[in-house]
């Protein structure tokens, strides 16, 4: 039994750490899957499109999965609400596993489009089923820190799927992959192992009991659970929703529209950085792979340690307060990289910064949204607001490739581009006024 003065962790039991754990593992290979796509698609793209249109159709690929994504999440915040979380979460990270590994089979642009879509739906099942699930079964007084450790974690997914794609990068360049294979299929393929394996222990998880009391209260009212016509037409569910759909539009944009697409800026200053050192232009396609993955591991460095520090802010001064700061943060650091990481040396300390930005709101988010929801909407109204993001998020890669094209297509252009559409960043702040402060409230019902 934990007391006033004793940290939040003292007051979870065995069953309690079991599910944080549980949840905690599909979400980071949610997003190992996720960052390894980010570091294939270039290579992807380049074989199956042609090198020259390799970073226009990269960005349309981007928004497939996002769509995706966003699809995935309305279904099973729904599904997740009615049938249980711990069911559809084993739903999700199964798809999601599948459909990663079908992605090394593309023969063509269609069908990997068709494989990411479907990834993406997987994927963008996980992030409420995993925050509803830890919201429901964890005591009070550890939800809020519980649930930014668990958003926190999410970077040792990214962070390892850097590191594969530095090991496979490596492995390239020495052409030693296996079978044939190109460095993107074998991302892939590892890309689909780890969430597969998850799948058996998930099926041990139970539903928590307060979604069960809810779920029998609803069948003895008449009442509907994960019903988008009461999250949206009911006070205060449907203010809460649409705010959160502003606030999360902005993070998501922040990350997925822009951030993500540090690779490209990194391919162009190590190509001129290689070039000049004397490396051979055949190893250049390899040295461009691993130097992405390098990238990719300062970012979520840098965003392990922006998560944790406003996931304590959120808890020392608000859910509010904590958003404007993570948000600001995330559009100056966006700017930093898109305008002024010019030299291969400030790879080391801009990404990190960038990283610490727009990671540091994904934070706030597991923390907040699911307390401006009652049990029988978290689910729903949780992946509404994240994933309701998403299909904003699908327009900016399409934008930065539409942008860029009419620029003139190069490096450049991409970078004015990407400086344009860093301005929505903005518009998370025009939300913080009109959403409710649950600092220290119990969970609405």
């Excluded at 999965?65 to 309305?74: I, S």
């Excluded at 190590?270 to 051979?280: C, N, R």
């Excluded at 010019?342 to 706030?364: C, K, T, Y």
């Amino acid at each position: 039994m934990s007391t006033p003065t004793q940290p939040w962790w003292r007051s979870l039991s065995r069953e309690h750490w079991f599910v944080f754990n549980v949840a905690s593992l599909a979400w980071l290979f949610d997003c190992l899957d996720s960052q390894l796509f980010n570091l294939a698609r270039g290579g992807a793209m380049a074989q199956l499109v042609g090198p020259q249109r390799a970073a226009e159709y990269g960005s349309y690929s981007m928004s497939f999965f996002l769509l995706g994504w966003a699809v995935g999440g309305f279904v099973f915040g729904a599904l997740g609400d009615r049938f249980g979380r711990a069911r559809m979460l084993t739903y999700s990270v199964l798809i999601y596993s599948v459909c990663t590994g079908l992605s090394s089979l593309s023969t063509g642009f269609f069908d990997f489009s068709v494989y990411r879509f479907i990834t993406g739906c997987g994927v963008g099942g996980v992030f409420g089923l995993s925050v509803a699930l830890i919201a429901d079964s964890l005591p009070d007084k550890a939800r809020a820190p519980a649930l930014g450790l668990f958003q926190s974690l999410s970077t040792w997914g990214n962070i390892t799927a850097g590191l594969i794609g530095m090991g496979i990068g490596a492995l390239a360049a020495r052409a030693l992959l296996p079978f044939g294979l190109k460095d993107w299929q074998v991302m892939f393929l590892i890309g689909s192992l780890p969430a597969l394996l998850c799948v058996f222990i998930l099926r041990r998880l139970k539903e928590p009991a307060k979604w069960q009391q809810a779920r029998d209260a609803g069948v003895k009212s008449g009442v509907q659970l994960g019903s988008y016509a009461e999250l949206l037409g009911a006070k205060p569910w449907g203010k809460n929703a649409w705010l959160g759909v502003v606030m999360c539009c902005a993070g998501v944009v922040g990350l997925w529209g822009l951030g993500n697409f540090h690779p490209q800026i990194i391919g162009s200053i190590v190509t001129k950085h290689l070039t000049a050192s004397g490396v051979a232009p055949e190893s250049l396609p390899s040295a461009r792979s691993y130097w992405s993955s390098v990238g990719l591991l300062l970012q979520n460095i840098g965003g392990f340690a922006g998560m944790m520090t406003l996931s304590w802010v959120a808890q020392r001064w608000g859910r509010r307060i904590a958003y404007a700061i993570a948000i600001t943060l995330s559009f100056l650091s966006t700017v930093l990289v898109f305008k002024h990481l010019r030299e291969f040396d400030q790879i080391f300390w801009m990404l990190p910064l960038m990283g610490f930005g727009q990671l540091s709101v994904f934070a706030v988010y597991a923390i907040y949204l699911p307390e401006l929801f009652p049990t029988r909407l978290r689910s729903t109204g949780t992946s509404f607001c994240y994933n309701s993001g998403r299909i904003i998020a699908a327009t900016a890669p399409f934008t930065i490739g539409v942008i860029t094209r009419n620029l003139g297509g190069d490096i450049e252009a991409f970078r004015t581009a990407g400086l344009y559409v860093s301005l929505f960043l903005l518009t998370g702040l025009l939300a913080i006024p009109f959403l409710p402060e649950t600092k220290d409230r119990p969970l609405p019902e």
